[in-house]
């Protein structure tokens, strides 16, 4: 049996096949070396001004005056690119048809504005925070006098966005010749706003000097004569204009926001596309207070933590508009205000 065993075994030895380094196949390990962080200094970046915003590609302005088509570069990471951003550019900054830059870096921001989008736009962490443009120094609030009627909602909205990103706010009046302001004003004559006011049968000459010079964000709902006052503004620039339906409700026209230079190196005016609502729910409700300066002092009167609704048994601004020390109109928007930031209900 040992023989036997011997024999087969000597057997299967022989029927095994001969080795060498050639067969021997090496599974290429991770390297020991560790990974490098170190990104490109870009020392040669120009800078330029994000003025259009379209599909992954930046349109922007470079101090020569060159015009230069860009996407992001990796070493953005997720940081969003928005109109009115100052972007550093590398590759090809020619602006010639078909050139791409890239955009490395964006030189920190003076100033967000911010609204919060609308219920259709909801994710399961909540509503999302759309920047409307970067580094503006005044919010321009479009509305009609008549033909549709101004909505004070929608103002009070928009001067609670520009204070909580520090633009200065401006009221534009059109249709001045179709009504009169006054019991508007009268509505913000604790404000002491800035307002200027527009007729189709005149030049926009006080707007104009109001918007010299700076980044200006023009909102409003459609239909009240923003896109009219933009190709009046910048001649050649043909916005799309809309009418206003049977309802008394602009249809929307501007679907993009752009950045438009001034004649002149003047400044530029963001045109934003017309909106119906201007969400708030990225605002706290401290700073929601910062947009009705007129119930400032009434609400230091109210205990500590009163959060200044009507269910509150201790607030004392009902009182305080009770005794005409504020317009009760007034403390009725920003009580609606401070409910809608919780609800999905817009109010404007």
Known sequence: ????????????????????EDDIRVRPGRSS????????AHDDAIDGFVFAVDRGRYTCATDDGRIVTAMRARELGRKAVVVGDRAHL???????????????????????????????????????ERVVVANADQLVIVSALRDPQPRTGFIDRCLVAAYDAAIEPLLCF?????????EILDYYRELDLRHVLCRPDAEPDALRSALAGRVSVLVGHSGVGKSTLVNRLVPGVDRAVGVVSAIGKGRHTSTSAVALPLP??????????????FGLAHVSAESLLHGFSDLVD?????????EHTVEEPDCTLSAW??????????????????????????IG
Not at 1 to 20: N, P, T
Not at 99 to 109: D, G, K
């Open 1 to 20: 049996m040992v023989g036997h065993g011997q024999q087969c075994g000597g057997q299967a030895l022989k029927g095994k096949r001969d080795y060498d």
């Open 33 to 40: 070396r560790p990974r490098t962080r170190t990104r490109p």
């Open 90 to 128: 590398v590759g090809d900054t020619t602006g010639t048809t078909g050139s791409l830059a890239r955009i490395v870096r964006i030189a920190p921001r003076t100033s967000v504005l911010r609204r919060t989008a609308d219920d259709d736009d909801t994710t399961a962490e909540g509503r999302l």
């Open 174 to 182: 059109t249709k001045a010749d179709l009504a009169g302001a006054e």
């Open 264 to 277: 002149g190196d003047d400044g530029w005016i963001v045109d934003t596309p017309g909106i119906r609502s």
């Open 298 to 306: 009434g609400a230091l009167e109210c205990p500590p933590g009163c």
């Open 321 to 346: 508009a009770a005794a005409g020390r504020a317009d009760p109109r007034r403390l009725e928007s920003y009580r609606r205000l401070l409910a809608s930031r919780s609800s999905t209900e817009w």
